[in-house]
Nanobody, 124 residues
């Protein structure tokens, strides 16, 4: 059984930064793509960023491109989301998830394990 535990969320002002972490259990972390999603109240869960198994290939939603960066440390079974220049519209619960295989995934239904989520609130 794979467990994903996010941390690093909080309340910040617009323009500030946060770094989210997601620690994964299991010995095969390095063979799977990892992704970050977010869900704001009353909205569907949306794709934010994805990394392939090695971290050598990444993909971002247009809304966060240039501001957010996904990275991973396979030795520590951890994936990160560095969020800079935060905006009030970035306010949401952020989830990390493990992809079905090693290549970048975009769809919610392409991920099989999910963390419990961490709240990010950006005030104006």
């Amino acid at each position: 059984q794979v467990q994903l535990v996010e941390s690093g969320g909080g309340l910040v002002q617009a323009g500030e930064s946060l770094r989210l972490s997601c620690a994964a259990s299991g010995r095969t972390f390095s063979t799977y793509a990892m992704g970050w999603f977010r869900q704001a109240p009353g909205k569907e869960r949306e794709f934010v960023a994805s990394s392939n198994w090695s971290g050598g290939s990444t993909l971002y939603a247009d809304s966060v491109k240039g501001r957010f960066a996904i990275s991973r440390d396979n030795a520590k079974n951890t994936v990160y989301l560095q969020m800079n220049s935060l905006r009030p519209e970035d306010t949401a619960v952020y989830y990390c998830a493990r992809g079905f295989a090693g290549y970048i995934r975009v769809g919610v239904n392409e991920y099989d394990y999910w963390g419990q989520g961490t709240q990010v609130t950006v005030s104006s």
